[in-house]
């Protein structure tokens, strides 16, 4: 039988040594016990030369307390959880007794068997060995002699520093959630609060099994295929573990009905070897006043949870704020969009600014529900409502963003819609709403659509809505006024209008007699003003480059002095 001599001294053992309990991440960390391992390191110990005989696998067990005996039966004075110190001078001679002395330490949950090589015996004997590892019982056995009485009185002091501060990290605990419920904190920041809490991804989810709102751990487990794995996870009736990946779950209540559920996934922490920890007790603890947390939250909060989740993950795609592809399209989907196969289409609908947006928000989304229509909706501004379309890439696009836009403009009448370009898939979604935004911006509201179409799109910017759009740069602030400045200043000063007669020239296509007609002038008083316009701007008004360079630039002005939000000059 291979014997593993245990080598490892912690830093939070010496402390308990010496009288000072301290927390360590390799010896006791916050939210669980010292382990049988833990104990084995201390110099208390580990100066009797440890060595773990069989059930190396299972020396991360707890160990709730040290019991010293010497009895044939000391099963009956146990609770389970403890490490029990012997010389081996109790132990029946024959392999039945010592096989029944096992077994009723096992039966009871013994953490460890620890033996003294000194007195009776200089190597375990074959029938306790065999004995231990039919029932998994870790056995430790140490070559020199140990104060067992001092190896308690460490163990204890140890344990019991431990137990104080958890103690004091569960009544942090309950401080800290009860501070987020008085000042009215939503899910998201009582998620965030848990998942910095425990190192643990939380997640809140709905009754069909969306995920609202997913706060990553230290680990940052990943939402792929969520529905499919939290409906293999069953409900709990109180918080608890559930379900083939582990998770620990805890029901969250809405008026007396269970609305959804919180859920702590069962991942690693962050930069060590292992890969999963098992749940502590203060991680019980955290997951129960989420819970208490929520059902508050959710009774006192004006906006329903699906609501915010659909504009946080609206933001997020908008703002390229996710971590990678894969969990772009696993937070879609936890919200109940395809993510594969789909094709996306971006609209962004302006409302006034007195409007209700909220309810404007509501009941567009209500309307695409009815529809069964697949979409994020989700208010991105004050004024502004984001949708992200999900289409079978068979399905015309337009006729979709065109029921969107009767929808939306029968929620407000004065609202305008701009699509962008479809997107293929969830990376190109940012651009469509990029694209929406610029179309939004070029066109403005009042301006007259194509026939037969309630929406605006990118092939509805012509140069004067592009010019609108680009009214705030200082290059076309600059054109505008070196190629009229001299101009408006002349009207400015002699109240003449040379601007209206060069515009009416300019629409006339360089047409006098049709100019003269429009602005109902004669042609002489027509040839008269031209000639002082072109000796102002020392413009040539017969050559077609010079009048196409005038044209823009009066295009120019009347976006700069039209106002941004109405469409109207100013």
């Given at each position: 039988?291979?014997?593993?001599?245990?080598?490892?001294?912690?830093?939070?053992?010496?402390?308990?040594?010496?009288?000072?309990?301290?927390?360590?991440?390799?010896?006791?960390?916050?939210?669980?016990?010292?382990?049988?391992?833990?104990?084995?390191?201390?110099?208390?110990?580990?100066g009797g030369d440890p060595r773990v005989v069989t059930g190396e696998e299972s020396v991360d067990r707890p160990v709730r307390w040290v019991h010293i005996t010497e009895l044939t039966d000391p099963?009956?004075?146990?609770?389970?959880?403890?490490?029990?110190?012997?010389?081996?001078?109790?132990?029946?001679?024959?392999?039945?007794?010592?096989?029944?002395?096992?077994?009723?330490?096992?039966?009871?949950?013994?953490?460890?068997?620890?033996?003294?090589?000194?007195?009776?015996?200089?190597?375990?004997?074959?029938?306790?060995?065999?004995?231990?590892?039919?029932?998994?019982?870790?056995?430790?056995?140490?070559?020199?002699?140990?104060?067992?009485?001092?190896?308690?009185?460490?163990?204890?002091?140890?344990?019991?520093?431990?137990?104080?501060?958890?103690?004091?990290?569960?009544?942090?605990?309950?401080?800290?959630?009860?501070?987020?419920?008085?000042?009215?904190?939503?899910?998201e920041e009582v998620l965030r609060a848990a998942a910095e809490m425990t190192g643990r991804t939380v997640v809140l989810e709905n009754l069909v099994h969306r995920a609202l709102v997913c706060e990553?751990?230290?680990?940052?487990?990943?939402?792929?295929?969520?529905?499919?794995?939290?409906?293999?996870?069953?409900?709990?009736?109180?918080?608890?573990?559930?379900?083939?990946?582990?998770?620990?779950?805890?029901?969250?209540?809405?008026?007396?009905?269970?609305?959804?559920?919180?859920?702590?996934?069962?991942?690693?922490?962050?930069?060590?070897?292992?890969?999963?920890?098992?749940?502590?007790?203060?991680?019980?603890?955290?997951?129960?006043?989420?819970?208490?947390?929520?059902?508050?939250?959710?009774?006192?909060?004006?906006?329903?949870?699906?609501?915010?989740?659909?504009?946080?993950?609206?933001?997020?795609?908008?703002?390229?704020?996710?971590?990678?592809?894969?969990?772009?399209?696993?937070?879609?989907?936890?919200?109940?969009?395809?993510?594969?196969?789909?094709?996306?289409?971006?609209?962004?609908?302006?409302?006034?600014?007195?409007?209700?947006?909220?309810?404007?928000?509501?009941?567009?989304?209500?309307?695409?529900?009815?529809?069964?229509?697949?979409?994020?909706?989700?208010?991105?501004?004050?004024?502004?409502?984001?949708?992200?379309?999900?289409?079978?890439?068979?399905?015309?696009?337009?006729?979709?963003?065109?029921?969107?836009?009767?929808?939306?403009?029968?929620?407000?009448?004065?609202?305008?819609?701009?699509?962008?370009?479809?997107?293929?898939?969830?990376?190109?979604?940012?651009?469509?709403?990029?694209?929406?935004?610029?179309?939004?911006?070029?066109?403005?509201?009042?301006?007259?659509?194509?026939?037969?179409?309630?929406?605006?799109?990118?092939?509805?910017?012509?140069?004067?809505?592009?010019?609108?759009?680009?009214?705030?740069?200082?290059?076309?602030?600059?054109?505008?006024?070196?190629?009229?400045?001299?101009?408006?200043?002349?009207?400015?000063?002699?109240?003449?209008?040379?601007?209206?007669?060069?515009?009416?020239?300019?629409?006339?296509?360089?047409?006098?007699?049709?100019?003269?007609?429009?602005?109902?002038?004669?042609?002489?008083?027509?040839?008269?003003?031209?000639?002082?316009?072109?000796?102002?701007?020392?413009?040539?008004?017969?050559?077609?480059?010079?009048?196409?360079?005038?044209?823009?630039?009066?295009?120019?002005?009347?976006?700069?002095?039209?106002?941004?939000?109405?469409?109207?000059?100013?």
């Amino acid at each position: 039988m291979g014997l593993v001599r245990v080598t490892r001294v912690h830093k939070q053992a010496q402390g308990a040594q010496g009288g000072t309990v301290r927390e360590d991440p390799q010896a006791g960390p916050a939210g669980r016990s010292p382990t049988v391992a833990d104990v084995l390191a201390l110099p208390v110990l580990a100066g009797g030369d440890p060595r773990v005989v069989t059930g190396e696998e299972s020396v991360d067990r707890p160990v709730r307390w040290v019991h010293i005996t010497e009895l044939t039966d000391p099963a009956s004075f146990l609770k389970g959880g403890e490490l029990v110190l012997t010389t081996g001078m109790p132990l029946p001679d024959d392999p039945s007794g010592i096989r029944r002395y096992v077994d009723e330490l096992a039966d009871v949950g013994a953490a460890a068997l620890v033996i003294e090589l000194v007195r009776r015996y200089h190597r375990p004997p074959d029938a306790l060995v065999q004995a231990c590892t039919a029932r998994g019982l870790p056995l430790v056995a140490l070559a020199k002699d140990v104060n067992f009485l001092e190896v308690t009185q460490v163990v204890h002091t140890l344990i019991l520093g431990h137990q104080a501060a958890a103690m004091r990290r569960t009544q942090r605990v309950h401080e800290a959630f009860t501070a987020l419920t008085l000042r009215g904190a939503g899910p998201e920041e009582v998620l965030r609060a848990a998942a910095e809490m425990t190192g643990r991804t939380v997640v809140l989810e709905n009754l069909v099994h969306r995920a609202l709102v997913c706060e990553p751990g230290a680990a940052q487990a990943s939402l792929t295929d969520w529905e499919r794995r939290s409906r293999t996870t069953p409900g709990t009736d109180r918080a608890g573990p559930s379900g083939p990946e582990g998770w620990l779950v805890a029901p969250v209540e809405y008026q007396g009905e269970r609305w959804g559920r919180v859920v702590m996934l069962a991942d690693g922490l962050s930069g060590t070897a292992a890969t999963s920890r098992g749940f502590g007790p203060e991680d019980l603890t955290v997951l129960e006043r989420t819970a208490m947390a929520l059902t508050i939250a959710r009774l006192t909060g004006p906006t329903p949870w699906e609501r915010t989740a659909h504009r946080n993950a609206l933001r997020d795609l908008v703002e390229q704020r996710h971590r990678s592809p894969v969990d772009a399209r696993a937070r879609v989907a936890a919200l109940g969009l395809p993510a594969e196969h789909t094709r996306f289409v971006a609209v962004l609908v302006d409302l006034p600014p007195d409007a209700d947006t909220t309810g404007a928000e509501a009941r567009l989304s209500e309307e695409l529900g009815a529809t069964g229509a697949r979409a994020l909706v989700g208010l991105l501004s004050a004024v502004r409502v984001g949708v992200l379309l999900a289409l079978r890439p068979s399905l015309p696009w337009r006729e979709a963003a065109e029921r969107l836009s009767r929808a939306a403009l029968d929620a407000d009448p004065g609202a305008t819609v701009c699509v962008g370009a479809p997107a293929d898939g969830l990376a190109d979604v940012a651009r469509s709403f990029r694209e929406a935004a610029r179309v939004a911006e070029a066109t403005g509201r009042g301006c007259l659509l194509p026939p037969g179409r309630s929406f605006h799109e990118r092939s509805d910017i012509g140069l004067r809505r592009l010019l609108f759009a680009l009214r705030d740069d200082l290059r076309v602030q600059d054109y505008a006024e070196r190629q009229l400045g001299p101009l408006l200043d002349h009207d400015a000063r002699h109240g003449t209008g040379l601007v209206a007669t060069l515009r009416g020239y300019l629409d006339a296509a360089g047409n006098k007699t049709a100019a003269a007609r429009s602005a109902g002038l004669s042609r002489e008083t027509v040839y008269q003003r031209l000639h002082t316009i072109e000796r102002l701007l020392e413009r040539d008004l017969e050559s077609g480059e010079q009048r196409t360079e005038l044209h823009v630039a009066l295009q120019a002005l009347d976006a700069l002095r039209t106002h941004p939000h109405t469409g109207r000059d100013r």
